[in-house]
């Protein structure tokens, strides 16, 4: 194969894969297409570099590696406004977790990873937990009377607005010593104790991407 001929091969496959770029950008790019493309681009970029001292085309080989370069810029445009297992809704992400923990526990692991256990926030927050639920079950969220029995707090310190009461199963001013913790059920929140296991939900803002 000449020359000019090997290196309309490599420019060939550069197009191909800044298309399917050029496709994805548009969406959520799963982690997964974001590797593949990667490795594409290193494929690409190794065979160059195999070519570049086999043959003196040096004039063609310049413009693969412009076109290399403004690849290199793309792939690294990718973006998720958040991390693979976590979930987007209205400017945040959200992570649901797959093991069992403690009120307390529950919220470490979240401060671990850079968020807070659920603080909810709006109706339509509310709404989209409650599909959630659907699926996990019971859910552990960031409110509690720990402090203080019966003032319901968030774990950010503000108090719960009134407004949010009407999602309580069975909601008393009085509250229950041993039940200081709140919960997602299927009709809206409901207090347990809080070393009982269950599932959790952390929440954390999401990454801007760019639009470009």
Request: glycine letters at 4%; one cysteine or more; charged letters at 20%.
């Given at each position: 194969?000449?020359?000019s ?13 800044k ?22 681009f ?9 070519q ?6 040096t ?18 445009l ?25 009120w307390?526990?529950s ?6 990873v850079?968020a ?8 339509e927050e509310?709404d ?11 859910l552990?969220?960031g409110?509690s ?5 019966g ?17 309580w199963?069975l ?11 709140a919960?997602?059920?299927d ?18 803002s ?5 639009n470009?």
């Open positions: 194969m000449s020359c001929q090997d290196n309309q091969h490599i420019y060939n496959e550069i197009t191909e894969v298309a399917e770029i050029g496709c994805s950008r548009h969406g959520l790019v799963p982690l997964v297409l974001q590797l593949l493309f990667l490795i594409l290193s494929a690409v970029f190794v065979a160059f570099l195999l570049a001292p086999k043959v003196p085309c004039q063609d080989q310049a413009e693969i590696y412009q076109e290399l370069m403004q690849l290199k810029l793309r792939v690294d990718l973006c998720r406004p958040c991390s693979w297992d976590w979930i987007f809704f209205r400017g945040n992400c959200y992570f649901f977790s797959i093991t069992k923990r403690n307390t526990d919220l470490i692991a979240c401060q671990e850079g807070q256990l659920i603080i909810i926030e709006s109706y509310q989209f937990l409650l599909k959630m639920y659907k699926i996990k079950g019971r552990w969220i409110l009377d720990m402090k203080h029995e003032s319901w707090q968030w774990v950010n310190g503000s108090s719960l607005s009134p407004s949010f009461k009407k999602y199963t909601w008393k001013n009085e509250g229950h010593s041993e039940k200081d913790c919960e997602l059920t009709h809206g929140w409901s207090e347990d104790n809080c070393k009982t296991k269950k599932f959790w939900v952390c929440k954390k999401s990454v801007s991407c760019p470009n």
